[in-house]
């Protein structure tokens, strides 16, 4: 029997514990399409290009990390915004987003992609009395140097990263978090950490990880958040027998 759109948003809702979350935007479905679903396209970004793409592959399903209707955006559907919400219903293609429930999943989640492609295990909540917290911090396998740590991440991101901090200090205990999270540095200091991963810098955190003496390494927001859609997608398809395909978009940043 064919996956209906409510069924495919309700069991991703459940799977992700979106309920729990605190977010700057909607998570779920976003923009409605066609009723039933056979074919998942990917992405992290829900920007025009993949949705021309993911439309001519015939997507029934758009699923993304970063859909539409922030916080804070001009609410008129007007421009860039509708250019692609008007492509995505020529399509009859609906968009689905998760975007901090799609961070934190223990499994599927960015932070926990990320962490297995590192080759880092046993993470902890980087603040456990926070329930929609989307940091780790975890003990790295063994002790290691800062650029034993940045050769992984490149080779894991594909990108030169941009780091910060004492290149001479060993590191056994790291924090990260995937996207524009760096203003969780202090979080990772408090935690104990060598070394505070995330995808974005900003003009702060230089001074924050220079004064507190934590190596801080910018890997990409868009780097660092390939992996959790690709996981969610992955799953979904294989519950239910349906097609998927991944739709990068180089993004520096």
């Known amino acids: 029997m064919p996956l209906t759109l409510r069924e495919m948003h309700t069991y991703c809702d459940d799977l992700l514990d979106t309920a729990r979350f605190r977010d700057y935007c909607p998570n779920g479905l976003q923009v ?42 001009d609410e008129p559907i007007v421009g860039m915004k509708r250019r692609r919400i ?22 599927l ?11 880092i295990k046993e993470a902890e909540p980087l603040d456990a009395e926070d329930r929609s917290s989307v940091g780790n911090v975890a003990s790295l396998p063994a002790s290691m140097s800062v650029m034993q740590l940045v050769g992984r991440v490149r080779s894991v991101t594909g990108r030169e990263p941009t780091v910060i901090g004492d290149f001479d200090r060993p590191l056994s205990r790291i924090a990260w978090c995937t996207g524009a999270a760096q203003g969780y540095i202090d979080k990772a200091v408090a935690a104990g950490a060598d070394v505070y991963l995330s995808g974005e810098i900003s003009e702060p955190t230089f001074h924050a990880a220079v004064e507190q003496g934590i190596v801080y390494i910018a890997a990409g927001h868009h780097a660092t958040e390939r992996y959790g859609v690709q996981a969610l997608a992955a799953h979904v398809a294989e519950q239910f027998a349906l097609d998927w395909r991944f739709f990068d978009c180089e993004n520096p940043v």
């Open 32 to 73: 409605e399409g066609r009723h039933q679903v056979s074919k998942i396209a990917a992405a992290v970004t829900a920007n025009q290009s993949v949705i021309d793409d993911a439309a001519a592959w015939g997507a029934d399903v758009l699923l993304v990390h970063h859909g539409y209707f922030w916080r804070g955006e």
């Open 86 to 107: 008007a492509a995505l219903i020529r399509a009859d293609m609906s968009l689905m987003a998760y975007h901090l429930p799609l961070d934190a999943h223990p499994e």
């Open 109 to 119: 989640g960015n932070n926990a992609q990320l962490a297995s492609r590192l080759g």
